[in-house]
């Protein structure tokens, strides 16, 4: 089992950047991929960033050059720096961790309100 505890979420105003965290309850080393998705009202929940445990990284379209997603193995935390924020971005953020066993887990989610 993996409890993941999302953090770092807010209003923000458009052009401004947040900065959310993913804690897990275990050492995210033995886990395969890690990920934020977001899901706006009315919308279905969509991938944000993917991080392997070997680094690899995948953007989608909306976010790539504005987002950064990262993971700290040591301290079992997984981010994603959020700038250039726009009206669209705003969601409910979720941490996904997938382990090598191919078991899935969800934080929470964090909500992220862009005001324009």
């Known amino acids: 089992q993996v409890q993941l505890v999302e953090s770092g979420g807010g209003l923000v105003q458009a052009g401004g950047s947040l900065r959310l965290s993913c804690t897990a309850s275990?050492?995210?080393?033995?886990?395969?991929?890690m990920g934020w998705y977001r899901q706006a009202p009315g919308k279905q929940r969509e991938l944000v960033a993917i991080i392997t445990s070997f680094g690899r990284i995948n953007y989608a379209d909306s976010v790539k050059g504005r987002f950064t997603i990262s993971r700290d193995n040591g301290k079992n935390v997984l981010y994603l720096e959020a700038n250039s924020l726009t009206p669209e971005d705003t969601a409910v953020y979720y941490c996904?961790?997938?382990?090598?066993?191919?078991?899935?887990?969800w934080g929470q989610g964090t909500q992220v309100t862009v005001s324009s």
């Open positions: 996904n961790a997938k382990t090598f066993t191919s078991d899935e887990y």
């Open positions: 275990r050492r995210i080393f033995s886990i395969d991929t």
